[in-house]
């Protein structure tokens, strides 16, 4: 993505002239290049892993309401560890949560593959697991997120959000693709029992190793950081700062409510083999479809950035979003499945870029791990703990009922939010000192309310 030139005002910081204004300028960084590739290989493992997982409790359980339980108990972790996590990615070394984060998170996929060569049938030994591997996510998450601009040059971060996107969901295409394949590799002999789930979690476990193993070799530029000791106040300042900048929350809640209605990733192995009756491997096409359609509009963010209008661009797409959600519930033909999911995923990566950006750039370096925390959490919301709201409400009104019903409430929440966030819906360009001006300015010494 073209990257606007910095002007020579004293203070600014220049980008290297062979990088600036190009659209591959955040890959002029080491540290940018090697994150990517560990970035890819983990979400390629975890994606892999995440399809496992929940074809394992279906064929346990053949119920729409245990695979809602695995979204929630990914999500719980998130509202015990939202403040500590935050503050510690604002005090501590952000690198080496991450490190640690996903040592805890690669013991649980070993014990994962234990689980299932022994051939388990206990599915809350498995919502144990993944209740350890969210406390993981819970710290790892507002950490990462923080350490992203330290990792590239000033004036490149617009740019490295935009190819982090297109690797993020080149990850995504590939790793329920990856995650079917693997479930359908023929072993004979003594290695039939490594068949399907077993050797899915030797690939994660392999590509969370490589993950820590590139990490440990980043070296992210210093910044401020905050220095407090934790506290009450201190640890809340992040949901403060959220809760007075209407632009930060605008477009986070609408993200969460909309992801939360019209998200239907966790029913996808009901519609697979009950509706449109194509086994483990139509699974991992279909999980690989909204992906597909959020790399098809990474690369072309890449090429022709947006300009002007965001904030109307994002309601657009929050639109588009619902309907397309709409039409994969009422759907019962594959291909159609899958053009559905393809506009799912390519207008929701919209409002995720938009999100994302307007969250690193609209706050202080100082307060990002903690605003980033509240984000995870807004996030687990939508994500982990709409799996849960997809597995409950199916069970209540049918699997399509549900989907469809969900993606109406989505529309109407996009309706409202127009409405109710001017300033979200007025945002113009996505730089720093746009969406900083834009947002109040935060005294963190006040005292909590």
């Given at each position: ?50 399809l496992a997982v929940a074809w394992q409790i279906y064929q346990i359980t053949h ?255 929050v639109g588009v979003f619902s309907v397309a959600t709409i039409g994969f519930g ?12 393809f506009f799912f995923g390519a207008s929701d990566n919209v409002c995720v870029f ?96």
């Open positions: 993505m073209a990257t606007a030139q910095l002007s020579e005002a004293p203070g600014r910081q220049r980008l290297p002239l062979d990088s600036e204004g190009k659209e591959g300028a955040a890959f002029s960084s080491r540290n940018f290049r090697r994150y990517q590739i560990a970035r890819l290989l983990v979400i390629l493992g975890a994606e892999a892993q995440s119920s729409a309401l245990y695979l809602g339980y695995t979204g929630l108990a990914l999500f719980l972790p998130g509202i015990f560890f939202v403040l500590p996590a935050g503050h510690a990615a604002d005090r501590y070394d952000r690198k080496r949560i991450i490190l640690i984060c996903y040592m805890v998170q690669a013991f649980c996929t070993g014990v994962l593959l234990w689980l299932s060569l022994r051939g388990t049938h206990h599915v809350l030994w498995v919502y144990a697991i993944l209740f350890a591997i969210g406390s993981g996510r819970a710290f790892s998450g507002p950490a990462s997120s923080a350490i992203q601009p330290q990792l590239v040059p000033k004036g490149a971060f617009v740019n490295a959000m935009t190819w982090g996107s297109a690797i993020f969901q080149t990850a995504n295409i590939m790793g329920p693709a990856l995650g079917g394949l693997l479930f359908a590799v023929p072993l004979s002999g003594a290695a039939a029992r490594w068949s399907g789930a077993p050797l899915v979690y030797v690939v994660t476990l392999a590509t969370m190793l490589s993950f820590i193993g590139l990490v440990s070799t980043l070296r992210p530029r210093a910044e401020k950081t905050d220095s407090k000791a934790f506290s009450v106040s201190t640890m809340l300042a992040g949901s403060r700062y959220v809760r007075q900048a209407k632009l930060l929350l605008g477009s986070i809640s609408l993200d969460m409510f909309a992801v939360l209605l019209g998200g239907a990733v966790s029913l996808m192995p009901i519609f697979a083999q009950d509706i449109l009756h194509a086994g483990p491997r139509g699974l991992g096409i279909l999980r690989a479809a909204p992906a597909l359609g959020a790399l098809t509009i990474s690369l072309y963010l890449a090429r022709r950035p947006l300009k002007h209008h965001a904030g109307k661009i994002m309601l657009v797409a009422l759907s019962k033909s594959l291909p159609l499945s899958l053009l559905a999911l938009i999100r994302q950006t307007i969250l690193q750039l609209g706050t202080p370096p100082e307060m990002r791990g903690r605003v980033s925390a509240i984000n995870w959490l807004f996030l687990g919301a939508s994500n982990e703990f709409g799996e849960y709201e997809s597995g409950l409400t199916a069970h209540w009104f049918g699997t399509v009922r549900a989907v469809v019903y969900g993606g109406i409430g989505s529309l109407m929440v996009t309706g409202l939010w127009s409405v109710f966030f001017p300033t979200l819906r007025d945002v113009d360009t996505l730089d720093a000192e746009s969406l900083i001006a834009a947002n109040p300015t935060f005294d963190e010494s006040e005292p909590v309310d």
